[in-house]
């Protein structure tokens, strides 16, 4: 069932981004009287699942889901229609529009892709608002229990303040930001200090195949009392939080931990909060330092908030003044894309480790249906294939912009030829990042 509910979200939200980015191609070359011979979502290399032709265009589903097309008469695209191209010119064709009309046709797709992407924020904000934690309302700092993230220099207990100087305001900014970071500000024990973080951090993080890196710090809540715990007859009980050993006192989990070490293989007297007071039970720790209780690794905002742990801010917006709350949503996640696309780029840093293809998007999706979840990822994913579609390589949106840019600028048209040659390489270079990002997938699917 898991796997149905997230194979439909993954199938949904791309089926949705190809046939609306192909639509921004599709509007205005209808507009500019150019003929579109193909509207596709998914390839139809040989044979297509369904096809029904309207007017001059076969609209149609392929049997390969590796993007969509729309093929323009006139256009040298990745169908490589040679001898169309050596035909006379047609005033219906799309060599023979305008420089600027060519343009606007290119730039539709990944247009629609970055509108997509504000008005699902905007719906967003309107519908569901905000609930975020304040970066000032994490008072005793974060959990770092990462072996990378200790050494570069972050420990439990660190307030984040600042990365490169941009002030951190939420919480939820804190990882994103820190992974592609140089200096960090934070405080510690009262003071404040910069940690330079090495260049190579990311690939570090990747290599040691540790996940979440820097988390809140949580209370120790009992979550389960196995029947084959050695503390079943304790009077321990679900919803139990334990907040002492002995002398040792500890408000989060991290804490307890460590009084679990100092105690190990003894028995205890702890300290445990119920309905909101507190009670002492015998506990026997085990000589590894384990209760045999199953405690809460998450909890939500809620639970944090009732405990007294964090106090989360909500906020409802009205129609309007979700308008610029979802443009600076939109803004804040194109920029940070567009700082991961740099970092990936950038081979010192170890970023490219972390492409992934079709399989890494698949799995950003819930195993539980949420359409609050289905439309942040959408949105992101909108961005994501904007700017991927704008990268100046032949054979992309952007490549084609490129050579129309340089036209205008020129005066002068690049050959026909040419353009193949640039379609044909293009073509070549997006093959290889395909099997470069799938073969990822695979390789972690293996050996990780």
Do not use: C
């Amino acid at each position: 069932m898991e796997f149905v509910i997230k194979i439909s979200q993954f199938l949904l939200s791309l089926s949705l981004l190809i046939i609306l980015h192909e639509l921004g191609h599709f509007i205005p070359a209808k507009a500019f009287k150019t003929r579109v011979e193909k509207f596709y979502l998914f390839f139809d290399v040989k044979f297509s699942l369904f096809k029904k032709k309207i007017g001059d265009t076969v609209y149609g589903i392929g049997w390969l889901p590796l993007g969509g097309y729309v093929k323009i008469s006139g256009m040298i695209d990745e169908s490589m229609d040679t001898e169309q191209m050596a035909q006379e010119p047609q005033p219906w064709e799309f060599r023979s529009k305008p420089a600027w009309q060519r343009l606007i046709i290119m730039l539709g797709g990944v247009t629609v892709n970055f509108v997509l992407a504000i008005l699902i924020y905007i719906g967003m904000s309107y519908f569901y608002g905000d609930t975020f934690l304040p970066n000032e309302n994490i008072k005793d700092g974060l959990l770092v229990e990462s072996a990378v993230a200790n050494k570069a220099g972050l420990l439990t207990g660190d307030k984040i303040l600042a990365v490169d100087g941009d002030k951190i305001k939420t919480f939820s900014e804190i990882s994103e930001k820190v992974l592609f970071g140089k200096e960090i500000l934070i405080e510690r024990d009262g003071s404040q200090s910069k940690i330079n973080m090495p260049e190579d951090f990311l690939s570090q993080l990747m290599d040691s195949k540790e996940k979440g890196f820097i988390k809140l710090r949580e209370p120790f809540i009992v979550v389960e009392v196995p029947d084959s715990s050695h503390n079943k007859a304790s009077g321990i009980k679900k919803g139990d939080i334990i907040v002492g050993l002995n002398d040792f006192r500890g408000k989060y989990a991290d804490e307890i931990k460590l009084g679990l070490e100092k105690f190990k293989g003894q028995n205890v007297s702890a300290t445990v909060l119920r309905d909101e007071q507190e009670k002492t039970l015998p506990l026997q720790i085990s000589d590894n330092g384990k209760l045999g209780l199953v405690y809460a690794a998450s909890s939500t905002s809620k639970t944090l908030e009732a405990l007294g742990y964090y106090n989360f801010d909500v906020r409802e917006y009205g129609f309007f003044e979700s308008i610029p709350v979802g443009l600076t949503k939109a803004k804040d996640k194109l920029s940070s894309y567009w700082d991961q696309l740099g970092a990936i780029f950038s081979p010192s840093t170890g970023a490219y480790k972390g492409v992934g293809g079709f399989k890494a998007i698949y799995d950003i999706f819930p195993s539980t249906w949420s359409w609050q979840v289905f439309w942040s990822i959408t949105a992101f994913l909108s961005i994501m294939l904007g700017v991927l579609n704008l990268l100046p390589i032949p054979a992309l949106d952007g490549g084609h912009v490129m050579f129309l840019l340089y036209e205008m600028i020129s005066g002068r048209k690049p050959g026909d030829k040419f353009m193949e040659y640039a379609q044909m390489v293009g073509v070549f270079i997006l093959l290889a990042l395909v099997l470069f990002a799938n073969g990822n997938d695979i390789y972690k699917a293996i050996f990780e």
